[in-house]
């Protein structure tokens, strides 16, 4: 069983920075691809980056510019750098991993808290 384990979460200012992790119990080779969503109070869980296998990432509209997905595969390691945060970043930010043939992801970490001050 994969377990996948976020940390890097805090309070910042707006305008600051943070970098989260997500470390996986297994080869994050494996994987076809691996990213981050992020809930807010109230509100649906939001996909915010992606990086495949290959390396091709994907970004929300909404962090375009701002946010930077990273994988470490030596380290079995995934990485969200957060650059200008707003308050509207403010959510549990959840890392994730999908397998081969799989439409959904097959495992997720269990959150880390982001919260934005204005």
């Known amino acids: 069983q994969v377990q996948l384990v976020e940390s890097g979460g805090g309070l910042v200012q707006a305008g600051g920075s943070l970098r989260l992790s997500c470390v996986a119990s297994?080869?994050?080779?494996?994987?076809?691809?691996m990213g981050w969503y992020r809930q807010a109070p109230g509100e649906q869980r939001e996909l915010v980056a992606t990086?495949?296998?290959?390396?091709?990432?994907n970004y929300a509209d909404s962090v375009e510019g701002r946010f930077t997905i990273d994988r470490d595969n030596a380290k079995r390691t995934m990485y969200l750098q957060m650059s200008n945060l707003k308050p509207d970043d403010t959510a549990v930010y959840y890392c994730?991993?999908?397998?081969?043939?799989?439409?959904?992801?097959?495992?997720w970490g269990q959150g880390t808290q982001v919260t934005v001050s204005s």
């Open positions: 297994g080869n994050i080779f494996s994987f076809s691809a």
């Open positions: 990086i495949s296998r290959a390396g091709t990432t």
């Open positions: 994730y991993a999908r397998m081969p043939g799989a439409t959904w992801p097959n495992y």
